[in-house]
């Protein structure tokens, strides 16, 4: 009798930050490296900030809609409550992230990388992961309207107590990607799900969807 499979569950490190100065505005500009300092309430919005990196900073109630941020790196850096209807974030670096209690509209973050990245109670509408590559990431009580993941690299993602209603594997390669605690209304890119897993009733509900993908015909 063979054991029942375990999923590895997201490796994530515990973020302290601990005696922050405090930050400004003016304290950021693009290819600066800011350390240290926690913003509250800071005005970001477009601005040109490519290339910028945040390393050890806390960013609460900022402002970063339509900010270029291409190619920005956020290093053991937590963010609560970011405002940003269009958050432009492509070839950008996430590594040891806490993303908590935001509202983002349309978030461009393709090609980028994601290492260690817990994503906790966000509101978030068209996520734009294409091509990029995550590794050791938990979306935990999100809802999600549309999540493009197609030709990204997926490994030990998990989602917990999260809705998403669109979601997109085109071509993408994925290796322990627990949908099991997610509620999903669409999949494009049916094959691209090779690797993840999900529960009994989820592959029920994908018999439709994937006997359609083989040109089976279920009648009667």
């Known amino acids: 009798m063979n054991a029942r499979r375990s999923s590895p569950r997201p490796r994530l490190t515990e973020l302290r ?3 922050l100065d405090p930050g400004f505005a003016g304290d950021v500009e693009a290819g600066a490296r800011v350390e240290g300092l926690a913003f509250d309430g800071a005005d970001l919005a477009e601005r040109g900030l490519a290339g910028v990196a945040f390393v050890e900073c806390a960013l609460r109630d900022v402002s970063v809609h339509e900010a270029d941020l291409t190619g920005a790196s956020f290093v053991e850096t937590r963010m609560e ?3 940003a209807p269009v958050l432009s974030a492509p070839r950008s670096r996430f590594r040891d992230v806490e993303l908590e209690g935001s ?3 349309s978030a461009e973050l393709y090609d980028g990388t994601w290492n260690g990245v817990v994503v906790r109670g ?3 509408g068209f996520v734009n992961l294409r091509g990029a590559k995550l590794a050791d990431v938990l979306f935990e009580d999100c ?3 549309e ?3 197609g030709r990204a690299g997926a490994t030990r993602v998990a989602f917990d107590g999260c809705v998403v209603d669109s979601l997109d594997v085109t071509a993408a390669e994925l290796a322990d990607v627990d949908l099991r605690g997610a509620r999903i209304g669409r999949i494009g890119g049916i094959e691209g ?3 993840a897993i999900v529960t009994s009733y989820q592959a029920a509900e994908l018999a ?3 006997a359609a993908h083989l040109g089976i015909a279920v009648e009667g």
Do not use: A, N, Y
């Open 17 to 19: 930050l601990d005696r």
């Open 81 to 83: 409550r970011l405002s």
């Open 103 to 105: 509202r983002i509209g």
């Open 122 to 124: 966000c509101k978030l």
């Open 143 to 145: 809802v999600i309207e």
């Open 147 to 149: 999540l493009d993941l």
């Open 193 to 195: 799900l090779r690797g």
């Open 208 to 210: 439709e969807v994937m």
